[in-house]
């Protein structure tokens, strides 16, 4: 099962204008090698993009623990 973990966004990601961001990893924090998804402000299709990754169901029974999503 993947447990989510809310973090607030970075500094570095509001510079670049991100709304949200969701990050597969098997700790409760992100490696350098782990795939950031991000959503940015004005970003046509955010909010189903958004709804899309905080659904990690289809991750449950992968090597994944954790889905830190920053807001």
């Not at 970075?10 to 670049?16: D, L, S």
């Not at 905080?54 to 830190?68: E, M, Q, R, T």
Request: proline share 0%; glycine share 4%; aromatic share 12%.
């Amino acid at each position: 099962m993947v447990r989510k973990v809310y973090k607030k966004l970075t500094e570095e990601q509001k510079k670049r204008s991100v709304i949200f961001s969701s990050c597969l990893s098997t700790d409760r924090y992100e490696h350098e090698s782990d795939y950031i998804h991000e959503v940015f402000v004005g970003e046509i299709g955010g909010e189903k993009k958004i709804e899309r990754l905080l659904d990690d169901k289809f991750f449950s029974k992968s090597h994944f623990k954790f889905n830190i999503i920053r807001r």
